[in-house]
């Protein structure tokens, strides 16, 4: 996916492949001035709006940055990556703690709690990790998003890497691009998960709740997720099972959706909750039970391949006591995760 450009041919945005909306522009369409299309496509946004995004290049045809007066041929692809409303830049520095895992001149690695929202938005215009980072590390209010170039969800947990530079965070925005950013997460399920398999199912918005997203979306965007089964169990004799997750791309939920269309949802999860069992109800945990262990990229600077891996937070590992896991598959407690580092590293 191309990043849209500014005039001075930074990029404007990070990447989130959520981020932005597509448009094919029909032949019958030939000749018509470019914002003249944008208004009739995107009701939701003003002529205003829509003009400043093409003059601060958040609007691309066929790849390409140009002006409001274009005047279409018909046949083009059209992305618009909407840009924050001015609310949205009155991000102030805030005293929260940080889980810093790694740092150097170039990138910031956070193990994120549970809890924490990433990025300001509707609902949480303070208490973010953005706030937090604004207030450690000043120099990030240059950067787009204060460096921040992935996300979590608020209430997963684990590793998320953060840009200190312009460089870092182009080099980092085009890993994710090229999906060699390694994400391995741990999930604890519902059902009699297989020892492994892929999914292969696109991810997007779900048609009949804007809140929630659909795995097989005709709207959606192509999307593969690998798991494996660590260990399983019983809940008041239902089936559960621990897995590994690895993201081959990045789309929003796509860890728990998959999971969800194959029967398999997430302990706690509030939302995607299909196939969950009666059972659930007298389990002590209220979020889904999902956690990034481990994150492996190329340092921007140095180009070195760099991994990390954190445990659970205990809320997670608290799981493992109510739930009766196979004791020859689950390693117990902090041999779990060294378990991982050592395959890893073989």
Request: include cysteine; hydrophobic fraction near 40%; proline fraction near 7%.
């Amino acid at each position: 996916m191309a990043l849209p450009q500014t005039p001075n041919s930074n990029p404007v945005d990070y990447i989130d492949e959520e981020d932005f909306i597509s448009l094919e522009i029909p032949l019958e369409m030939a000749g018509e001035r470019l914002d003249k299309v944008l208004a009739g496509s995107l009701p939701d946004y003003s002529r205003n709006r829509l003009k400043s995004w093409v003059e601060a290049g958040a609007v691309m045809v066929d790849g390409k940055v140009t002006k409001a007066r274009y005047l279409l041929r018909g046949g083009e692809s059209i992305k618009v990556f909407p840009q924050e409303m001015p609310e949205q830049f009155a991000f102030s520095p805030e005293n929260i703690p940080l889980d810093v895992v790694y740092e150097d001149e170039s990138i910031i690695v956070i193990n994120k709690p549970p809890g924490l929202v990433v990025h300001p938005a509707a609902g949480n215009w303070t208490g973010t990790l953005l706030n937090g980072l604004l207030f450690r590390y000043p120099e990030l209010k240059t950067l787009p998003r204060a460096g921040i170039v992935h996300r979590l969800d608020k209430d997963t947990s684990g590793l998320m890497v953060v840009a200190r530079t312009a460089l870092a965070q182009t080099s980092l925005v085009r890993q994710l691009q090229e999906r060699t950013v390694g994400r391995r997460y741990l999930a604890w399920v519902w059902g009699d998960a297989p020892s492994q398999g892929k999914v292969l199912a696109s991810v997007g918005r779900d048609q009949r709740d804007r809140l929630r997203m659909a795995a097989g979306s005709a709207q959606g965007k192509p999307a593969a997720t690998l798991y494996r089964r660590l260990a399983k169990g019983l809940f008041q004799e239902q089936p559960v099972a621990l897995l590994e997750c690895r993201l081959e791309t990045g789309r929003t939920h796509q860890i728990r959706v998959h999971l969800e269309s194959l029967g398999f949802p997430l302990l706690g999860d509030p939302v995607y909750r299909k196939k969950t069992p009666g059972a659930a109800k007298l389990l002590t945990f209220e979020r889904q039970a999902l956690h990034a262990f481990a994150l492996s990229l190329q340092h921007p600077v140095s180009l070195e391949w760099m991994t990390w891996f954190r445990m659970p937070p205990q809320d997670l590992m608290d799981l493992l006591p109510q739930v009766t896991m196979s004791t020859d598959d689950l390693p117990k407690e902090e041999a779990l995760l060294a378990s991982l580092q050592n395959e890893h590293k073989a």
